[in-house]
């Protein structure tokens, strides 16, 4: 994959450049893992190759001041896994990482579709039914008008259509998305009592497409008493903070791992 990304920069002519890489990882990485990405890297044509964890990726894509003496909350609800991390000082001070995320929420729909209207839907549709009318809550102030499934029946394969609406898919996402909000309440948790303080003030960063979610902000604002903020870009937050570092890269920043 690195190979691949290298082939899409133009290319010199006459000389093998020496190509400067930052590469995010996840923050739950051991030793190992991370050796064999910088591994990979080197065997790309990697010559100075730099790390650095996703949610500090996150926070800096996002514009928060990672090094100031004050703790900030992230929350990237990806495809795979959702990761909550505290930083504070250039550091990740407290981080957790789980396995429901964007993937998972997919799959209920899928799930849901089957099970209450009999009809097959592919990944693809069950996403495109997740960003048409996906939702955290029952009740949103501006709802989405009902989406319209098309798919197969699972008994007759003969085409189906039916309208959902986004009520419906809040009740079929709602495990998942307490998982997560499990998560978020356990973070804080075990959140020292010295950042704690600043989190409550700075609110709390949702970044990663699962950000997207509609309602989600409120749920998580209304549950945990903390305001939640959804990063401008969640998609491309992680992107962005890691091109911030590349740029940076020789300020000593104390989250580069060389
Ligand atoms: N509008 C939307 N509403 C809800 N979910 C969305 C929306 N747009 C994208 N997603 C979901 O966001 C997820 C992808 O997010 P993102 O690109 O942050 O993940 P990733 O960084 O590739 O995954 P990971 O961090 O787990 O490695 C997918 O599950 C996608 O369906
Ligand atoms: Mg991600």
């Known amino acids: 994959m690195i190979r691949g990304m290298i082939k899409l920069l133009p290319q010199p002519k ?5 190509l400067t890489m930052v590469i995010c990882v996840p923050s739950g990485s051991t030793e190992v893992e991370l050796r064999a990405v910088r591994d990979s890297a080197e065997h790309a044509g990697g010559r100075e190759i730099y790390l650095i964890y996703e949610p500090m990726a996150a ?5 928060i001041d990672v090094e100031a003496p004050q703790g900030n909350m992230i929350v990237d609800i990806g495809g795979g896994t959702t990761e909550i991390a505290v930083i504070s000082l250039g550091g990740i001070v407290t981080n957790k990482s789980i396995r429901i995320a964007g993937d998972d929420l997919t799959l209920d729909i899928q799930e849901h579709m089957r099970r209450q209207h009999n009809i097959k839907v592919g990944e693809i549709m069950a996403e495109r039914i997740k960003i048409g009318v996906g ?4 009740e949103l102030e501006t709802p989405p008008d009902d989406f319209i499934v098309q798919g197969p029946s699972i008994s007759t394969a003969l085409p189906l259509e039916v309208p959902v609406s986004y009520q419906e898919i809040a009740h079929a996402l709602e495990r998942s998305v307490a998982k997560i909000e499990a998560a978020v309440m356990s973070a804080l948790e075990q959140t020292p009592p010295e950042l704690y303080a600043d989190i409550v003030n700075n609110g709390i960063y ?3 497409g699962g950000a997207l979610l509609r309602g989600l902000d409120k749920r998580l604002t209304d549950k945990i008493h903390i305001p939640f903020h959804i990063a401008e870009n969640p998609l491309h937050s992680v992107a962005i903070g890691t091109g911030i570092a590349l740029k940076n890269r020789n300020r000593g920043l104390p989250y580069l791992l060389r």
């Open 206 to 208: 949702l970044t990663g």
């Open 59 to 63: 926070a800096l894509g996002i514009g």
């Open 135 to 138: 939702s955290a809550l029952a």
């Open 14 to 18: 006459f000389f093998t450049p020496s």
